[in-house]
């Protein structure tokens, strides 16, 4: 069974340039979650979809950050414009369901803002 | 509030001997608990979770966790540990209810010496 795959690895911009992460969740997970960690933190829930439907984006920074899952299948993290702060590994999970399944993590985006 | 905390940021010990990883949360919801275990420049991995039933679960690499409701943690054990063992280990706990969202501790950094 595939993993959940991230890409790219590695992101090195300007601050103020604009950067996209892409998440490709394993088949048949309805519920995708991207979440910013920052190093020696804990990851921090951004957003989570189930299926094509934004579940919870409480803590996404809306006027900078950005993300869609338009068929429910894949998803695209957005910044624009990037902040030094926003230097971090995001990482894209998903699960089968909402609660009481595993959550399977991707590799991560480590983005590096100067 | 729904919180998690992990009490030690980093925990130093010998190889071969015990560790406990503390971990506690707050939440007026029910829980479902997991332990996540990453590498240097790699993804979460679940070691073992909790989410009925028996209170003291066994996860991989010889590790296993006890839930105690009373005291709201869900401390993880190894009896031995080896070199291989040093990473971060994360806590993570789902809130439902309604709340439904899977929220991490912040980490703690085992680091195994010979």
């Known amino acids: 069974e595939a993993g959940v795959a991230q890409s790219p690895r590695y992101k090195i911009i300007e601050k103020r340039q604009s950067v996209a992460f892409w998440c490709n969740p394993i088949?048949?997970?309805?519920?995708l979650y991207w979440y910013q960690q920052i190093l020696g933190q804990g990851p921090k829930l951004l957003i989570q979809?189930?299926?094509?439907?934004?579940?919870?984006d409480s803590q996404l920074p809306k006027d900078r950050f950005s993300a869609e899952r338009l068929k429910g299948v894949d998803s695209t993290l957005k910044i624009q414009p990037a902040k030094l702060e926003d230097s971090a590994v995001y990482l894209c999970?998903?699960?089968?369901?909402?609660?009481?399944?595993?959550?399977?993590f991707g590799q991560g985006t480590r983005l590096t803002v100067v | 509030a729904q919180s998690v905390t992990q009490l030690d940021s980093q925990v130093p010990v010998f190889e071969e001997a015990p560790v406990e990883l503390r971990c506690n949360y707050s939440?007026?919801?029910?829980?479902?608990l997991f332990w996540y275990v990453q590498y240097p420049n790699q993804g979460l991995q679940l070691l073992l979770k909790?989410?009925?039933?028996?209170?003291l679960v066994k996860g991989i690499n010889g590790f296993e966790a006890e839930f105690n409701k009373s005291q709201t943690s869900f401390h993880l054990r190894k009896p031995s540990v080896h070199i291989s063992d040093t990473a971060e280990y994360f806590c993570?706990?789902?809130?439902?209810?309604?709340?439904?969202?899977?929220?991490f501790g912040a980490g703690t950094r085992l680091a195994v010496h010979p």
């Open positions: 088949s048949g997970h309805a519920t």
């Open positions: 939440s007026s919801v029910s829980v479902y």
């Open positions: 993570a706990v789902w809130f439902s209810g309604g709340y439904n969202k899977l929220i």
């Open positions: 979809f189930q299926n094509n439907g934004v579940v919870d």
């Open positions: 909790y989410l009925s039933g028996s209170t």
């Open positions: 999970a998903s699960s089968s369901g909402l609660g009481n399944t595993e959550a399977f």
